[in-house]
C-alpha cells in the first residue's frame, strides 16, 4: 500500500471530499493526487501564474489573495483542513485569477490539470463523485464557479492544451 493511500484512507474518515469512495477508487485516486507539505510565509502561487493544480487541505491554513490593479492585495478567503484552492486549474483556466499564501503549516494532496483531465476521461464514475464534492464545497449555485464546475461534470475539463493532446492522441 502506497503512502498516498494509507493517508488517504485515514483522511477520508476526517475531510469530507474523500468519504465513501472504495478501496479500489482510493487505489486510482492515489495515480493522480500527490501529497504536499508547505511551511509557514510560503507562496503557493501568485495571482497571474500558470494554473498547473487543484490543492485540498487536511491540515493548516492558506489565505486566497487578489490583486486589483488599483490597489493593494485583498485576503478574499482563508481556506483550512478540508477546503479546496486552487480552483482555476480545474476549471481549466491557464492563470490563477489570486494568489495562495500559507499562513500555518499545512499539508494535503494536489492534483495537476493535466491529471485530473485524464482522470475524467479514463475513470469517469471515480472523478464524477469526486467532481461532485468540489461543487458541493462552493457554497452557492448563484456562483459562477458552481456553474462550470457542473459543466466539467457533465463534459469534462476541455482546454486548448488538453484538446490538443487529445487530438494528437487520437491521431487527428
Excluded at 100 to 110: I, P, S, T
Aim: one cysteine or more.
Amino acid at each position: 500500500m502506497s503512502n498516498i493511500i494509507a493517508m488517504l484512507e485515514q483522511d477520508s474518515h476526517e475531510i469530507p471530499i474523500f468519504q465513501g469512495f472504495t478501496a479500489h477508487q482510493l487505489e486510482l485516486l492515489d495515480t493522480a493526487f500527490e501529497a504536499f507539505f508547505l511551511l509557514h510565509d510560503t507562496h503557493i502561487f501568485e495571482q497571474g501564474d500558470v494554473s498547473e493544480y487543484l490543492y485540498i487541505l487536511t491540515s493548516g491554513k492558506v489565505i486566497i489573495r487578489y490583486k486589483p490593479y488599483d490597489g493593494p492585495p485583498l485576503t478574499v478567503a482563508t481556506i483550512g483542513s478540508g477546503g479546496v484552492f486552487g480552483w482555476s486549474a480545474a476549471l481549466g483556466r491557464s492563470h490563477y485569477s489570486s494568489g495562495a499564501l500559507v499562513v500555518e503549516d499545512c499539508q494535503g494532496y494536489r492534483i495537476s490539470k493535466a491529471r485530473l483531465s485524464v482522470l475524467c476521461e479514463e475513470y469517469p464514475d471515480t472523478s464524477g463523485v469526486l467532481l461532485k464534492r468540489l461543487a458541493s464545497l462552493v457554497n452557492t449555485k448563484m456562483d459562477p464557479t458552481y456553474a462550470e464546475i457542473l459543466k466539467i461534470l457533465k463534459n469534462g475539463i476541455k482546454t486548448p492544451e488538453l484538446e490538443q493532446q487529445r487530438n494528437l492522441k487520437n491521431g487527428k
